[in-house]
């Protein structure tokens, strides 16, 4: 599921709890999202889940950056079973 398209980190704490909300029953969960470092939403949803709800962040199976807003849902469909398989391939 998409939860966001947004590249840009929102400034607003309780955008990711929303998000965490969300993300409550998830199963596994691997995120996509743009660029790097500090104002990467991606990387801080992940560091929030770490250091506010740990139980959703040890679920998380992994984070892959991509130029999420150009590409489809069927696309994105694509990115994570590419992702599946890579790590089926990786000895554990």
């Keep these: 599921m998409a939860i966001s398209r947004a590249s840009a980190r929102p400034k607003i704490p309780s955008y990711y709890e929303h998000l965490a909300l969300i993300l409550h029953n998830a199963g596994e969960i691997l995120i996509f999202g743009n660029g790097t470092g500090k104002s990467s939403a991606m990387v801080y949803l992940v560091r929030y889940l770490a ?21 489809t849902e069927n696309q994105l469909l694509a990115k994570a079973r590419e992702f599946y398989a890579q790590q089926a391939m990786t000895p554990q």
């Design 51 to 71: 250091k506010h709800h740990v139980a959703i962040a040890d679920r998380i199976v992994g984070a892959v950056i991509i130029d999420v807003e150009a590409l």
